[in-house]
């Protein structure tokens, strides 16, 4: 299947591992220019390298913290003075610690705010005046099956991550007449290292290992598996199609089938 971005461009943000590089490297497999960045340079600079080894296409990277709003301008600058426009934004971060309520500081709400709702804003409106002059534009926002069926003890998470949707939805409908759409996708447990993480973490509240944790999430899976960063990569790609023209204002699931609601 032709997805017809061969040439457009895409800014895709936390693109050095997990599931921002599966998205980068299935975007480039289909033929866009990439500008990706993350705030690890040396595992930036390999993963661009690595893309560019395996496609043909014009990899740019730039080192930037997405919480930071001149971070983030520095990067569709560089953007902008490379490419001339961004066709495809995919917003994307690490996520915020987990815990209970009382165990975060106003500061840790800041933070986390910053991560995960402020860098989408910030992306957005970055790009979204170019999107709205070629008149045509994919924003993709990662997000996390957390937002349909919140996942306990991920409270800056799942209140965040919930607040980016509802952003996104807002703008869907603010700019679909400019022929951008805006969708989320949300990841469900994925082989990812931010999931090793939380495998450590639950393994140490509850007595046990990571293998415990992920045996659980396995037996609560119907296909009975965790997903593949590649697996979600290829919703991305899909959504950042010339073929998902007509699909706006959505959050979608890559989770295997965790989600039990109807909607």
């Given at each position: 299947?032709?997805?017809?971005?061969r040439?457009?461009?895409?800014?895709?943000s936390?693109?050095?591992?997990?599931?921002?590089?599966?998205?980068?490297?299935?975007?480039?497999?289909?033929?866009?220019?990439?500008?990706?960045?993350?705030?690890?340079?040396?595992?930036?600079?390999?993963?661009?390298?690595?893309?560019?080894k395996?496609?043909?296409?014009?990899?740019?990277e730039?080192?930037?913290?997405?919480?930071?709003?001149?971070?983030?301008d520095?990067v569709?600058?560089?953007?902008?003075?490379?490419?001339?426009?961004?066709?495809?934004?995919?917003?994307?971060?690490?996520?915020?610690?987990?815990?209970p309520?009382?165990?975060?500081?106003?500061?840790?709400?800041e933070?986390?705010?910053?991560?995960?709702?402020?860098s989408?804003?910030?992306?957005?409106?970055?790009?979204?005046?170019g999107?709205?002059?070629?008149?045509?534009?994919?924003?993709?926002?990662?997000?996390?099956?957390?937002?349909?069926?919140?996942i306990?003890?991920?409270?800056?998470?799942?209140?965040?991550?919930?607040?980016?949707?509802?952003?996104?939805?807002?703008?869907?409908?603010?700019?679909?007449?400019?022929?951008?759409?805006?969708?989320?996708?949300?990841?469900?447990?994925?082989?990812?290292?931010?999931?090793?993480?939380?495998?450590?973490?639950?393994?140490?509240?509850?007595?046990?290992?990571?293998?415990?944790?992920?045996?659980?999430?396995?037996?609560?899976?119907?296909?009975?598996?965790?997903?593949?960063?590649?697996?979600?990569?290829?919703?991305?790609?899909?959504?950042?199609?010339?073929?998902?023209?007509?699909?706006?204002?959505?959050s979608?699931a890559?989770?295997?089938?965790?989600?039990?609601?109807?909607?």
């Open positions: 299947m032709d997805l017809g971005i040439g457009k461009v895409a800014l895709v936390a693109s050095s591992k997990g599931l921002g590089r599966a998205i980068a490297e299935e975007l480039a497999a289909e033929g866009a220019n990439l500008v990706m960045c993350a705030r690890g340079e040396d595992a930036l600079r390999q993963t661009a390298a690595s893309i560019r395996s496609s043909e296409v014009t990899v740019v730039v080192a930037a913290d997405v919480s930071d709003q001149a971070a983030i520095r569709a600058k560089t953007a902008l003075d490379k490419f001339g426009r961004i066709d495809i934004l995919v917003t994307n971060s690490g996520g915020p610690p987990s815990g309520f009382e165990s975060f500081t106003p500061q840790a709400w933070s986390a705010t910053r991560l995960l709702l402020g989408a804003v910030g992306l957005t409106r970055a790009v979204l005046p999107m709205k002059e070629q008149r045509w534009g994919r924003i993709l926002n990662v997000t996390s099956i957390a937002v349909k069926q919140p306990d003890g991920l409270m800056l998470s799942n209140s965040l991550r919930a607040a980016v949707t509802g952003f996104a939805r807002t703008l869907a409908n603010e700019v679909a007449r400019f022929n951008i759409t805006v969708n989320n996708i949300m990841p469900g447990y994925t082989r990812t290292d931010r999931v090793e993480e939380l495998a450590r973490a639950t393994g140490q509240k509850t007595g046990g290992s990571a293998s415990d944790a992920f045996a659980r999430w396995e037996r609560e899976i119907p296909l009975g598996r965790l997903g593949e960063p590649r697996e979600f990569a290829a919703l991305a790609a899909f959504l950042a199609s010339e073929r998902a023209s007509y699909i706006t204002g959505s979608i890559v989770d295997g089938g965790w989600i039990r609601s109807l909607l």
